[in-house]
């Protein structure tokens, strides 16, 4: 079964060295969101992108996204960050709005899904960012195979997915509802899915600035 680590803000840089190694030798770990545990492998390592498709069972082809713990992260992963981008960044991160950028050199094939994009996010749970920062970007699908409930408890992970999880950092209860919201700002700004952040409140942001919201 997966070792379960406790967060605490005191033990975060030993903490960080373990999900490091662990993502640079391609496993996988559990960690909390801002809304349920995420599995999260290095995004830049195709074969350890594989292994989270196959752990999750997922076969229908759909990208994932990626969770940074700071803005100085996005160049790594994008080609380019528009105004636009630039625009709700700064007025939704951190927080629950997963942004799909044009995607950079550096990602491999499995994880953009061949859409030529890739979807970021600065979570706003705090243990999570403290540990991007340190260890650097990971994935961030939810803790759960496909068709089961995602897990708001480390317990709940170890239960499911114990057996094929690396390391499961214990931050607690996590909040549960609604999934991020997700944008495309690559030519006209669109919708993919309404979540946290409802489509009345983005378009009253881009307003502003005379963008309308497709």
């Not at 559990?30 to 498709?53: K, S």
């Not at 408890?153 to 991020?180: F, N």
Request: proline share 7%.
């Amino acid at each position: 079964m997966a070792a379960i680590e406790p967060y605490s803000s005191s033990d975060l840089p030993r903490l960080a060295r373990s999900v490091a190694q662990i993502v640079r030798q391609g496993g996988v770990v559990a960690v909390p969101t801002e809304t349920y545990y995420g599995l999260g492998v290095n995004p830049f390592d195709e074969h350890a992108v594989d292994r989270l498709l196959q752990l999750k069972g997922r076969t229908d082809g759909k990208p994932i996204l990626v969770l940074i713990g700071q803005r100085a992260q996005l160049p790594s992963l994008v080609r380019e960050i528009s105004s636009v981008a630039t625009l709700l960044m700064d007025t939704f991160w951190p927080g629950p709005l997963t942004i799909l950028f044009p995607v950079g050199n550096s990602l491999p094939h499995n994880l953009t899904a061949g859409t030529g994009a890739v979807g970021v996010r600065l979570s706003s749970c705090r243990p999570l960012a403290e540990l991007l920062t340190i260890c650097g970007p990971l994935t961030g699908t939810s803790a759960n195979r496909v068709g089961g409930s995602p897990a708001r408890e480390a317990h709940q992970v170890q239960d499911a997915m114990g057996k094929d999880v690396d390391l499961i950092i214990d931050a607690g209860p996590t909040p549960g509802g609604l999934p991020s919201t997700v944008v495309d700002v690559r030519d006209t700004v669109r919708l993919i899915r309404e979540g946290a952040i409802t489509r009345q409140i983005l378009q009253n942001v881009l307003q502003i600035r005379g963008i309308s919201l497709v």
